[in-house]
């Protein structure tokens, strides 16, 4: 038997395999959204030091949401869903230090609590009260630039953060 036919029923029997062991992709859908459609994002509440975070974090939860499209994002009163965030705390780590005592590297760590609730009965559906996160960013002697990078370490982690609120709320973990 030549090697082309060797590989193809390979294949054959691999796929007879996922077919009878009832090998399918899992529901993405969270039961308990069913015939929802509307989610409203305000804006976070920053506990923390940091400004400007709680216009990094919304912006970057409604863009997630409105990236996906399951869950339209609407005006609080349009909405079925009300998704409230927390920035609850801010910390940092130096990663790497020069010889003379200064910071090369850091690690920031935000953590956030969040509930999504029936805009109309304000039953909470989903609730993560201590969410935290943390990313890397470089330091120089510019402290321009040094901002800039913090700016895109928030930004990252908002991201990141978005996602797992995302995935955890429409998965129902």
Known sequence: MNAAKVYAWCAVLACACLVGCGYRLARFDNPALDGITTIAIPYFDNKSYEPGLDAIFTHAFVNKFIETKRLQVVGVDEAELVLRGTIKKVDDDSLAMTTDKRALEWR????IGVAVEERKTGRVLWKRSAL?????????????LDEADKRRAFQKLAADLAERVHDGLLQGF
């Open 108 to 111: 920031v760590w935000v953590t």
């Open 132 to 144: 935290r996160h943390g990313e890397e960013f470089r330091t120089s002697d510019d402290i321009q």
